[in-house]
């Protein structure tokens, strides 16, 4: 087996192409460890969420602490909490973050399909984000 | 996308065949929910722990709180805290658990085969748990 120590894995900030104010990650699974699917620790400081995205195989998120919010294009915002898990099917434009005032971490677990996990689109705009009820 | 609250998740006991102590399970990813993956939280009581078992794709681990053990057959025991990863890859003789005097708990994350993400083998024996400096 192979052991991971915490202190081993770096912190690093998200790539601020497909996200919009403060985010970290950490790798929890990094491809080709074993099956071809992706899980990393998402910190997204107040403000901080994605961009629009899809996912060829689909994603699952998991809250881990904090208040945080999840929309589908089309639909409302959902607002999600410690515990609560988060399925969005392949192709389905969405984005997730946290609100304005709230600071949220979550797990997030995806399938690689040709090398990638998303699709990525267009940042959530202001207004966007006002109207999800951030 | 499928939002499930954390308070319609039930916990729920594992299975006294393949644990020993006392030992809690919830669901996170249940397929077939997306790709054959499925993913769960476990809460070992200080004294659980898994039976041996095996993986047909391997799985990923990785600590949330507490002090744990995990163990490849043949091999000294390690000691696991929280953000500490473990991959542990197809076929490979391992338990998992709490120390006697600690709690723990872990997300686990394993591919499905055949229907299956574990083989079961003979319950942790209390001289292999202590040998392990539980």
């Known amino acids: 087996m192979r052991i991971t120590k915490a202190e081993a894995t770096p912190t690093r900030p998200a790539n601020a192409d497909y996200f919009t104010g403060t985010v970290w990650q950490e790798p ?22 994605t961009n629009w995205h899809t996912h060829p195989a689909g994603q699952t998120l998991h809250v881990l602490s904090g208040t945080g919010l999840v929309q589908t294009r089309g639909e409302p915002a959902r607002q999600i909490a410690p515990g609560d898990t988060v399925w969005i099917p392949p192709g389905e434009e969405h984005w997730h973050g946290a609100r304005a005032d ?15 996990g998303a699709y990525w689109l267009e940042p959530v705009s202001e207004a966007e984000y006002a109207a999800a009820g951030a």
Request: charged share 10%; no cysteine; proline share 11%.
């Open 28 to 49: 929890v699974i990094t491809t080709p460890q074993g099956p071809p699917v992706s899980a990393l620790r998402v910190h997204f400081a107040p403000g901080g969420r």
């Open 102 to 116: 709230r600071a949220m971490v979550h797990f997030a677990m995806q399938a690689v399909v040709d090398g990638s």
